[in-house]
DNA sequence: GCCTAATCGGATCCATAGTCCCGTTAGGAT
DNA sequence: ATCCTAACGGGACTATGGATCCGATTAGGC
């Protein structure tokens, strides 16, 4: 026998494409609100206004929700910064990701969607393909300043995005450290410095 | 009436101090092996050996588990390193962070921690303690450094060594990044650029 | 307009996290 | 050596809510 395809795929469109958007919305709003532990998918349903039945025969477990949440992320990736210096640019990227870190809605949301990614693989690599996203299109940055001159050529352009984001994320995760604009500036200039000794060739 | 003292207070020793350490052993077990969102209050007495009420009455909940088992790990802080060079020292500790954390268990250990603490409060605040130790103690190397003139003075020595993990980290977290030896060198060539370039001070 | 993919509501199952009770053990002070 | 009681142990019990199943209903797309 045919192996029957996953529900959703045949008739993508229309009021499926609608029972998605509102359950991503609310799985969003539930892990903003209340972390991953507390992601039941009866309550998805119950305030996403769908059936019950429908959110776990779409999504099975909270991990491939957001797993499924995390891909619509990613291809609503915010456009980077040209402001024609790269020492600009990536102060922009730092202080977008300290903004977006420290936004009451956001920043739960973030740090849920990381929780999830280590309780549940499928949400795990979900979040891969998200950073990845967000790292290349923010790397055309470096490969302007590369072009202008302002960085050695063989930087490797999302090393050094990675390399703002890191140190944010590591006070955000593990030692608790602020988050202000001075913490985004400081990563910027420390990104920079890394390219600048020739650290970040890929 | 008098608010009655949390079990174990009275009598820390012995028995007591026996029970705690099974029980951290064996959330440590069920950590590595099965994850923060599998940790069983009953499971750990089961496998600890020690009575279900017991493990109820102590802790309470998972994450005040995890909280106690972090603040027992911050008390077992391994020695830092004392090669004489901080270009040395840094890489010591770039490369027994990369060890821990692609070791089997540790490394999984670790991934469960944060988790706990991106679920749990308790858990948040004993995960910054945690790392709060591990970075004083490493913070040496850099006092040295400074003092051996390797680095310019006014160099935050605690910014530094977090510089070293956060990327490491970020590639364990975010973007599933190998890691390795390299990248292990990387960090910490990366954080002693960063200290060279005057961006470390506090 | 037809066929059926996909949804809806809700009844139902059932695993299990957490509580309670009370008897037993052993810490530590005298 | 003895006593008092802090702390532990075992097991029965309960109730919560995660997950499944069913038949009826709605609407996508050719």
Redesign the interface.
């Known amino acids: 026998m045919a192996t029957a395809p996953q529900p959703g795929t045949v008739r993508p469109g229309g009021r499926t494409a609608r029972v998605r958007e509102a359950a991503l919305r609310a799985a969003g709003d539930v892990l903003a609100e209340k972390?991953?532990?507390a992601l039941d998918l009866a309550e998805i349903a119950r305030s996403a206004g769908v059936g019950k039945t429908t959110v776990y025969r779409r999504w099975r477990t909270p991990g491939a929700l957001v797993a499924d949440l995390l891909d619509d992320m990613a291809e609503q990736s915010l456009p980077r910064a040209r402001t024609g210096s790269v020492d600009d640019d990536l102060r922009a990227n730092a202080r977008l990701v300290v903004k977006t870190l420290t936004d009451p809605r956001q920043g739960r949301l973030f740090?849920?969607l990381?929780?999830a990614?280590?309780?549940d693989d499928h949400a795990?690599q979900a979040?891969?393909r998200f950073?990845?996203v967000r790292?290349d299109e923010w790397a055309g940055c470096v490969m302007d300043g590369i072009e202008r001159g302002e960085l050695p050529a063989g930087t490797d352009p999302r090393r050094v995005i990675?390399?703002v984001?890191?140190?944010l994320?590591?006070?955000l995760?593990?030692?608790?450290?602020p988050l202000d604009d001075a913490a985004a500036d400081?990563a910027a200039?420390?990104a920079l410095?890394?390219a600048?000794?020739g650290?970040?060739t890929g």
Chains 1, 2 share one sequence.
Do not use: Q
């Open positions: 972390g991953f532990d740090k849920a990381i929780a990614s280590l309780c795990a979040l891969r950073y990845a790292i990675a390399d984001s890191a140190p994320y590591y006070a995760l593990n030692t608790g450290e400081r200039a420390a410095a890394i600048r000794a650290v970040a």
